[in-house]
């Protein structure tokens, strides 16, 4: 009997899809024939049913428009009530005419302590480093970490730029009341960031969404701008308290900025392609100014490595052709590694077990391959030894 209702069910339903089949064979030609009797004179039925498929695609791609602009407000909307409860006085002082939170400190100037001696460490030492050189940020995010207050945004940007608008300035503010109430100037209450978690992840994916696309197709000079975009990521990746709330609810975005940049790199092939390589890779080196996030890029970069070494070893051995621009795009990964790991190895950061498997694969055979490439790819076998040199004495401070 049972048998009998299973094999009945599957009959059914095997009706039932001939029958969909079957009515949306016939809806289709009525369709047709709906399109061939409508159709003005002058115009063949395949011209009127081009013009009918664009005219549909222009009212839904309107349709998309006023959804994204409407998303869009919510966003902002969300994000000043988030500041609001943070911090109602910073959103009422940045409501009144002429203040800010530049006001805010120039009223705290009374009191003898030395604000700027508090704000002195952000987390984020940039001295005597040369990553923000070509980007132009060293000045400004200097000037950034001792006034608190961010340069006004221009809102006049290109296209590219206007997508970065909101966020950035959510951002801003965010670091802004940090400062403050760091200082004892605000009181602050960033718990709030765990009850909206919606509002943080969607304006820390805005930047970096943005902050790719102009990677993908970066023009130079670079606006200033865009330097305080990377310089409002870099504040927010460091902060001791607000990069908690960042790595919880924006690591997968984070990681998945960090490949895309990676690739970025590896897959450009434009004859005047080193500046914006250079410029990809000090961002990288900046993303791992945080060790959490450091440690996963060492091991992006050492999977990433490690295959190109062994691609071309076999590539060397068969003697057949490598992609020449794949190898001059490696060096920059190169580059970041050496520099990432020179950096943990100086602060004695313990490595994290995913980095601790791709260290194996990484070092496993890697005398043979340095061996086989030293005479034909000497620059490249270099970087591999010093690499290697790295990841063994980091493993001799461990131990």
């Not at 984020?124 to 608190?148: M, P």
């Amino acid at each position: 009997m049972y048998m009998f209702q299973c094999h009945l069910l599957s009959v059914q339903i095997k009706d039932g899809r001939e029958n969909q089949i079957w009515y949306l064979k016939i809806s289709k030609l009525a369709l047709a024939f709906a399109i061939i009797h409508s159709k003005p004179p002058g115009k063949s039925s395949k011209e009127y049913t081009e013009h009918l498929a664009k005219t549909v695609s222009e009212r839904d791609f309107g349709w998309k428009w006023k959804v994204e602009v409407l998303e869009a407000e919510v966003l902002r909307l969300r994000q000043e009530l988030l500041l609001n409860r943070i911090c109602p006085r910073f959103c009422l002082e940045n409501r009144k005419p002429g203040t800010s939170a530049e006001t805010l400190l120039n009223q705290e100037s009374i009191n003898p302590t030395n604000y700027s001696s508090q704000l002195e460490d952000s987390g984020c030492d940039v001295s005597n480093d040369s990553a923000f050189d070509s980007l132009g940020i060293a000045s400004d995010f200097h000037q950034s970490e001792h006034n608190v207050k961010v340069p006004p945004l221009n809102l006049c940007h290109s296209s590219k730029e206007q997508s970065l608008t909101a966020p950035v300035q959510f951002l801003q503010h965010l670091l802004e009341i940090r400062k403050l109430s760091e200082g004892g100037i605000l009181q602050a209450d960033f718990s709030e960031l765990e009850n909206d978690s919606f509002t943080i992840c969607n304006s820390v994916s805005q930047l970096l969404d943005g902050l790719t696309i102009f990677y993908n197709s970066p023009k130079f000079p670079v606006s200033n701008f865009l330097t305080e975009a990377v310089c409002v990521l870099v504040s927010l990746i460091t902060d001791t308290k607000l990069s908690n709330h960042v790595l919880k609810k924006c690591f997968k975005k984070l990681e998945e900025f960090k490949k895309n940049l990676i690739q970025i790199i590896l897959r450009n092939s434009s004859v005047n392609r080193f500046q914006a390589l250079h410029s990809v890779s000090e961002t990288l080196i900046l993303l791992g100014r945080n060790n959490i996030l450091r440690n996963s890029l060492i091991s992006l970069l050492l999977s990433e490595v490690r295959q190109f070494a062994e691609q071309l070893l076999q590539a060397h051995q068969v003697q057949s052709v490598y992609d020449i621009t794949q190898y001059e795009n490696i060096f920059p990964l190169c580059m970041i590694l050496e520099k990432l790991l020179q950096n943990k190895t100086e602060e004695n950061v313990s490595s994290s077990d995913y980095e601790g498997e791709e260290k194996i694969k990484f070092l496993k055979n890697l005398d043979q391959i340095i061996l086989h490439l030293s005479d034909e790819f000497p620059l490249f076998s270099l970087y591999l030894w010093r690499v290697s040199v790295l990841l063994n004495s980091a493993q001799m401070q461990i131990d």
